[in-house]
C-alpha cells in the first residue's frame, strides 16, 4: 500500500484548500482512506474518513461543514476539500490506510499505512 499526499500550501483565513490522496498497491473491496493532521508537540488528530464501499464519511467535530472528504475511484484518489479555514487548520496533513469492513473511524490505531504530510499554513 502506497499513499501520495499533496495540495497544501499558504492560505489566508478564509481560504480554501484541496488536498488529494493517491493511492496505490491494494484491491481491497473494503477500506477506509483517513485525512489526519498533527503540530508540533502534539499528537496527530483525526480530521475525517471514508469507507468503501459505500462512501461514508465522518468527520472531526470542528470540521464538519467547513471540509469534504470525497473519492474518486477511477482516479484511485481521495480528496479533502477545506473551506473557511482557519489559523487553527494550520498543519502538516497526511492521510492513512485502514483495511477492513464497516464505517470508518478517526482513531490512528487502526490505520496501517500513512503517506507523508503536506503543509497547509493558515493566516490570519
Known amino acids: 500500500v502506497q499513499l501520495q499526499a499533496s495540495g497544501g500550501g499558504l492560505v489566508q483565513q478564509g481560504g480554501s484548500l484541496r488536498l488529494s490522496c493517491v493511492h496505490s498497491?491494494?484491491?481491497?473491496?473494503?477500506?477506509?482512506i483517513g485525512w489526519f493532521r498533527q503540530v508540533p508537540g502534539k499528537e496527530r488528530e483525526g480530521v475525517a474518513c471514508?469507507?468503501?464501499?459505500?462512501?461514508?464519511?465522518f468527520y472531526k467535530n470542528s470540521v464538519k461543514g467547513r471540509f469534504t472528504i470525497s473519492r474518486d475511484n477511477d482516479k484511485a484518489t481521495t480528496y479533502l476539500q477545506m473551506n473557511s479555514l482557519k489559523p487553527e487548520d494550520t498543519a502538516v496533513y497526511s492521510c492513512?490506510?485502514?483495511?477492513?469492513?464497516?464505517?470508518?473511524?478517526?482513531?490512528?490505531?487502526?490505520?496501517?499505512?500513512w503517506g507523508q504530510g503536506t503543509q497547509v499554513t493558515v493566516s490570519s
Open positions: 471514508i469507507s468503501v464501499p459505500d462512501g461514508e464519511p
Open positions: 492513512g490506510f485502514s483495511g477492513g469492513r464497516g464505517a470508518c473511524a478517526l482513531s490512528t490505531v487502526i490505520y496501517s499505512t
Open positions: 498497491g491494494f484491491t481491497l473491496p473494503y477500506h477506509s
